[in-house]
């Protein structure tokens, strides 16, 4: 049985920094493309950041560009989302996902298997 588990959320000010954890269970890692989405109340869940099998292409929605790093440990079973500078407009829960289908990260949510239950990210301005 697959399971991801996310941890490392919590409250921020503005101009901070957060690292959101996931890691992954039950099915070969190293052969997932993992994604990180977001969604904030009355909005749909939002891609943030995919990474591919090998880690070695990765993948931002614009917003957060030069601000988020997505990366991944295949030894671990973990993949990590590094957010620096963040804004109030990153507040979210935030959810990681894998897909076992594709070898690189999608930006569709409905490409991804699996998910994880999400962390609360806050940031205050």
């Known amino acids: 049985q697959v399971q991801l588990v996310e941890s490392g959320g919590g409250l921020v000010q503005a101009g901070g920094s957060l690292r959101l954890f996931c890691a992954a269970s039950?099915?070969?890692?190293?052969?997932?493309?993992m994604g990180w989405f977001r969604q904030a109340p009355g909005k749909e869940r939002e891609f943030v950041a995919a990474?591919?099998?090998?880690?070695?292409?990765?993948y931002y929605l614009d917003s957060v560009k030069g601000r988020f790093t997505i990366s991944r440990d295949n030894a671990k079973n973990t993949v990590t989302l590094q957010m620096n500078s963040l804004k109030p407009e990153d507040t979210a829960v935030y959810y990681c996902?894998?897909?076992?289908?594709?070898?690189?990260?999608?930006?569709?949510?409905?490409?991804?298997?699996?998910w994880g239950q999400g962390t609360q990210v806050t940031v205050s301005s």
């Open positions: 996902a894998a897909d076992w289908d594709h070898w690189f990260g999608s930006r569709v949510p409905d490409e991804y298997d699996y």
């Open positions: 039950g099915r070969t890692f190293n052969r997932a493309a």
């Open positions: 990474i591919s099998w090998s880690g070695a292409r990765t």
